[in-house]
């Protein structure tokens, strides 16, 4: 009777594995979709033998546990991989931004404008005492003047588009830094159980991998299955259950987005904004402060010597009237800010008589000043005496462009080692339908034989009560 018995919780206990299997596989099938999914298997084990005499008699098998099919080493270079990715990514897209600001081939941009203003100049020179002439100067200057506002408006766009950026992806990560410190806790509790949270830990590994995306980001695990996220150079964003928050927001210093580090324990608060570095936050802070800063202090540049040298030569001449010549633009007090308003002197904009032409009073015909003008198109007054108004701003067209295309050289690049890593994942711990539907049908057919086993066993039993009928 102790055999059939026997027979009977083996038929059981293999019934309710294959159960456990089947429900496994049909949760791989469901999960396929879900991102970072890793397929599922049971742990099967055999059960404690029992000895009769000389003989130890197998007592079937057990599910030991329910496991996910990982590569942790695989993840983490996953990780790391999407976080230059994220960088690659915010790279490419802001300096794709302004390359169009700088595209002359589609619109008629400043290096035009500069040239039709200087040109202007030279139709003066040709018609000195031409009212006409002297009404496309002053038209020449106000669309060179309104093309440099356009550049240094568009760039200043951009950095607050960046700033925008910035926001959202602080929020957004702060959001994940919760939901990895609230995930670490039912982590904790399950191990603590003895059972392994499999789906908990796919979500977390998919949630750093989004955060390595926003910022550089190192983590580690301890013995207690706890993972504590650290963000560069800036802090700790998660450490068990508690996560602490990143905030942005503009401050008087200067009217840019900032980003901040607040403690969640002791409530202290400090800037970082230098600091983060890596993923899609980093690449933005690099393109607003450094890249853009740069061009604005070009255009800057540009401008504020252009209406120098202009002044310089127009403030010697005379205008139509005999009379002195005055300011062309009106000048500003410092070089930062100078491209935003480049603007013709008031006096010349009512009247472009007063436009000085000639190097002396009452001398009709006299081009020299207008010629002067002219030809500060080609003299080397920029880069230190090393470039002309033309070389200073077609060599920054051509490095915008060079870093343009690297930048989208390397996201590309980038893009495919990530999606390679992906392809090498999938093929680890992917779900692969037709291998699910095959392990279905083995383990329905266990299951029918369990259940089989057990119907035998039945039998057996009443047999052995007949017997004692008889």
Not at 52 to 67: F, Y
Request: glycine residues 8%; aromatic residues 6%; hydrophobic residues 35%.
């Amino acid at each position: 009777m102790a055999k059939i018995s026997n027979m009977m919780d083996i038929g059981k206990r293999s019934m309710s594995n294959s159960g456990t299997a089947l429900q496994v596989a049909g949760h791989n099938i469901a999960g396929r979709s879900v991102e970072n999914f890793s397929r599922q298997r049971v742990e099967i084990q055999t059960n404690v033998p029992i000895t009769e005499g000389k003989l130890q008699l197998g007592m079937g098998a057990r599910a030991g546990n329910v496991t996910r099919v990982n590569n942790p080493f695989l993840e983490k270079q996953i990780q790391k991989e999407t976080s230059q990715l994220g960088y690659a990514d915010g790279r490419a897209e802001n300096m794709s931004r302004i390359e169009q600001v700088y595209n002359e081939q589609l619109n008629k941009g400043l290096n035009t404008s500069i040239g039709a203003f200087f040109n202007s100049f030279r139709e003066l020179a040709n018609q000195p005492e031409s009212l006409a002439s002297r009404t496309l100067v002053r038209e020449a200057g106000l669309t060179m003047g309104q093309d440099f506002e356009k550049i240094n408006r568009q760039l200043k766009d951009i950095q607050r588009d960046i700033d925008f950026q910035l926001k959202t992806d602080v929020d957004q990560l702060n959001q994940m830094s919760k939901e990895i410190a609230s995930l670490n806790q039912k982590i904790m509790q399950a191990e603590n159980l003895g059972t392994s949270p499999n789906d908990e830990k796919d979500r977390r590994d998919l949630l750093l991998k989004k955060m390595g995306e926003k910022i550089d980001i190192s983590f580690g695990e301890d013995k207690f299955g706890n993972i504590a996220v650290h963000a560069g150079k800036i802090g700790i964003l998660v450490s068990g259950s508690s996560a602490n928050e990143l905030h942005c927001t503009e401050t008087g210093a200067r009217d840019r987005a900032e980003i901040f580090f607040k403690n969640s324990e002791n409530g202290s608060s400090f800037q970082v904004t230098d600091l983060a570095t890596g993923g899609r936050i980093g690449a933005g802070i690099e393109v607003r402060d450094k890249v853009i800063e740069d061009l604005l202090g070009s255009v800057d540049t540009m401008a504020h010597s252009m209406m120098k040298e202009v002044n310089a030569a127009h403030i010697e001449g005379f205008d139509r009237y005999g009379k002195e010549g005055i300011l062309f633009f009106d000048m500003p007090d410092q070089v930062k800010g100078a491209a935003a308003v480049v603007k013709i002197n008031e006096t010349i904009n009512k009247d472009v008589g007063k436009i000085s032409v000639a190097a002396r009073p009452d001398a009709p015909g006299d081009n020299t000043v207008a010629n002067v003008i002219s030809s500060l198109q080609y003299q080397k007054i920029m880069a230190h005496g090393q470039a002309t108004f033309d070389d200073y701003y077609n060599t920054s067209v051509g490095q915008i462009g060079t870093v343009v295309q690297r930048a989208v050289k390397n996201h590309e690049s980038q893009k495919n080692i990530v999606d390679q890593l992906g392809n090498i994942r999938e093929s680890v711990s992917g779900v692969s339908l037709d291998e699910e539907a095959t392990k279905m049908i083995e383990f329905q057919k266990a299951y029918d034989a369990s259940a089989r086993l057990i119907r035998v066993a039945d039998e057996m039993y009443d047999t052995v009560l007949n017997l004692k009928r008889l």
